[in-house]
């Protein structure tokens, strides 16, 4: 596994918002492990942080706006783009005003920045989201869609149509991102004419220059216009090259708009908040569509990590079998629901029951149906956990172990004849007093069937003489 990491040091930027056109110091600010990335407005009382999480986002127009509580910041995707295309995993990014400096339009000096700040790895390490199945998300209204299939590194493929004579259809892809800094962090961000026009019109682009983003004239300029545009851009003169571009500025690539429209993407894909593993194929991506899917992987990763069944080894010989289990634990049959143990620390432990028609329980639950009943999955749990408490006694044989509490209780599947039930339980705490807090989890057939919180205590006996 990948280790995490951070910046070695402090790195600061400064320059304007491109709508808010105001003054802005940007610092990047190395960050612990699984910290993430995250804003911290330091403009505002009490420092408030908003971390690049995809529900916070309450709007796309011109770029992915989040905000929580109240406190707003605003077209966060180049920075979170040139993070993860290099390869960072948590830093946060102190603000002095809502907006980070637009610079030229593109990622290019905020990658420039980290490499100065240098990049260290951290001890932890790094959580991925293998894709193993196809995710999609389409947007009826716009006819967008965005779809995510298995990979072996994070590609992206974006796929972009204008509908316009100066632009029309462009296609760019990165196949690996490693190649993030090489390929896409220097495409800058571009507009058409009639949308300049419009958010000049509602007091947007206060920041835009002709060097930081690229316009497309997609339609006659009257001379009123070119005049309007002339005063907003501190121009005295501009003109419309052959390439359709205003004024005089030279593309890096020829499909640099498709390119900017893939640094989106990942800018935009970095607020589902898990490094990805898998193809992301977007065809014509905007702020709406990107955030929208980033917000339903979000759901996907949390209810799989919720989910997710660790990996046993069954074959291997048990570190306990079920004679071991009765000289520890003072339950016999038919009430002795622990097979065997497979793993055992001080902190967790590993149990396995197999669920046999012979069960006693499914004479009366239920004839004809026969399902294991869930309290004593949940006692089966308890068992597998007594066996954790008790190993840290010399003399288990002389101790009883007691509920105390059960919270949270949830039953995910049946299970019946034939399931091997698999059992981990991890404390929560440090066992005290011989009283035991834990969770609990029961997997079957690869599925999360039962879980709890769980607290017990065990209690010596009158020992024999």
Not at 17 to 22: A, D, F, P, Y
Not at 122 to 148: C, F, M, P, W
Not at 152 to 173: C, H, P, R, S, W
Not at 303 to 332: A, C, G, S, W, Y
Request: glycine share 6%.
């Amino acid at each position: 596994m990948a280790k995490q990491r951070t910046i070695a040091n402090e790195v600061t930027l400064t320059g304007v918002g491109l709508h808010t056109g105001k003054n802005v110091t940007m610092k990047f600010v190395p960050a612990p492990e699984n910290h993430g990335f995250a804003f911290k407005r330091v403009d505002l009382e009490g420092e408030p942080v908003i971390e690049a999480d995809a529900n916070y986002v309450v709007n796309t127009q011109r770029g992915t706006n989040l905000e929580k509580r109240g406190v707003k910041i605003q077209t966060s995707e180049h920075v979170l783009a040139a993070l993860v295309g290099m390869d960072i995993d948590n830093v946060l990014i102190e603000l002095d005003a809502p907006e980070p400096p637009i610079m030229d339009g593109s990622s290019k000096f905020f990658v420039e920045s980290i490499e100065k700040a240098g990049i260290v790895e951290q001890d932890a390490e790094r959580e991925e989201y293998v894709v193993n199945e196809v995710i999609t998300y389409k947007d009826e209204a716009s006819g967008s869609d965005i779809t995510l299939i298995p990979s072996e590194d994070y590609e992206i493929t974006t796929m972009v149509d204008f509908g316009t004579k100066v632009l029309g259809t462009q296609n760019a892809t990165l196949e690996s991102i490693s190649d993030f800094k090489k390929e896409i962090a220097d495409a800058r961000t571009f507009s058409f004419l009639h949308e300049l026009e419009m958010l000049l019109e509602n007091g947007l682009i206060k920041g835009g220059d002709l060097n930081n983003a690229i316009v497309y004239v997609d339609k006659e300029i009257s001379d009123a216009t070119m005049k309007k545009l002339e005063k907003a851009f501190n121009k005295k003169k501009l003109s419309v090259k052959p390439n359709g571009i205003l004024d005089n500025l030279t593309l890096h690539q020829p499909n640099e708009a498709a390119r900017h429209k893939l640094l989106d993407v990942i800018g935009d894909l970095a607020l589902a908040g898990t490094r990805i593993k898998g193809k992301v194929i977007a065809n014509k991506p905007g702020h709406y569509v990107n955030t929208q899917f980033a917000k339903k992987l979000s759901k996907i990763i949390k209810l799989e990590k919720r989910n997710k069944v660790p990996k046993f080894d069954l074959n291997e010989p048990p570190l306990m079998d079920v004679t071991q289990i009765m000289k520890m634990l003072p339950h016999r049959p038919p009430f002795l629901l622990v097979d065997k143990i497979i793993e055992l620390s001080d902190s967790h432990v590993v149990g396995v029951k197999n669920v046999t028609m012979n069960e006693p329980f499914f004479v009366g639950h239920f004839p004809g149906a026969p399902v294991m009943p869930g309290v004593l999955q949940v006692e089966a749990m308890a068992q597998t956990g007594g066996i954790l408490v008790l190993s840290t006694v010399p003399d288990p044989e002389n101790y009883l172990t007691f509920f105390m509490k059960i919270d949270n209780v949830k039953f995910k599947q049946q299970v019946v004849p034939g399931d091997t039930l698999i059992f981990k339980c991890d404390l929560i705490s440090p066992i005290r007093r011989g009283i035991c807090h834990m969770q609990a989890y029961a997997y079957a057939n690869g599925k999360l069937v039962s879980e709890a919180e769980l607290m017990a205590q065990i209690v010596k006996t009158k020992q024999q003489d």
